[in-house]
């Protein structure tokens, strides 16, 4: 899943209005960020298998530290301590370690059961959506729309860069999950794992948007 994750920080601004985006972001996508550089140091691994699913070549062989259930709540647990160390805020520090925990579970719904319980679990789970590109797309982009249509209808633009920033970021991220679903097979797993690295860049997109909206006032 990928524009799922970002949609359910677009979501959660309307339980934590003072979070930004980027933090949200930051923490939707967490297990997702880790992977890359433990993909480069050789410590998780995948596998590229053009026609493993529908939507996917990636067969994901081992990656019990970012991905096991009991890793991200332990990134969840440590991203929250330090959310509340920095913000002083327990209800902003609660709905980031949530967001965290929130990867593995929409995880769950669309990887073949190769998500670990704990990072030496013989159980793995995974329901397998990605063997039905339609029910992908249609699960995937239903969450998106109602994610970002939350965050629509709970922010509002202070000024120009507000409006244009946000929506040419909903664009690129279509534009992003689209590539991934219609284009070529990544050329090798290194290139996977730079390409990764990259989602740094919407996280700063995100507190960017951010910083040029505002929750709006409850009437």
């Not at 709540?73 to 959310?83: D, E, F, M, N, Q």
Request: glycine share 10%.
């Amino acid at each position: 899943m990928f524009v799922g994750h970002f949609a359910v920080g677009f979501g959660a601004k309307a339980a934590a209005p003072q979070v930004s985006l980027g933090t949200l972001f930051l923490a939707a996508q967490l297990a997702d960020l880790l992977w890359p550089t433990l993909l480069l140091l050789g410590v998780e691994h995948v596998r590229i298998e053009p026609g493993a699913t529908r939507v996917t070549p990636l067969v994901f062989t081992h990656y019990p530290i970012s991905h096991s259930l009991l890793g991200v709540i332990a990134w969840g647990t440590l991203a929250a301590l330090v959310y509340l160390g920095l913000r002083r805020s327990l209800r902003g520090a609660l709905i980031v370690g949530l967001l965290v925990v929130s990867h593995w579970l929409l995880d769950v719904v669309v990887h073949a059961p190769d998500l670990p319980l704990a990072p030496d679990s013989p159980v793995f789970l995974g329901l397998s959506l990605w063997h039905s590109l339609a029910g992908t797309l249609v699960v995937e982009l239903a969450i998106f729309v109602l994610g970002a249509g939350i965050y629509l209808r709970v922010t509002e633009a202070v000024d120009r860069t507000g409006t244009w920033a946000l929506w040419s970021l909903i664009a690129f991220l279509l534009a992003i999950y689209l590539g991934n679903l219609f284009g070529p097979p990544p050329p090798s797993v290194t290139a996977i794992a730079l390409a990764g690295h990259a989602q740094w860049l919407l996280v700063l997109w995100g507190w960017w948007v951010d910083r040029h909206r505002r929750p709006k006032l409850r009437r």
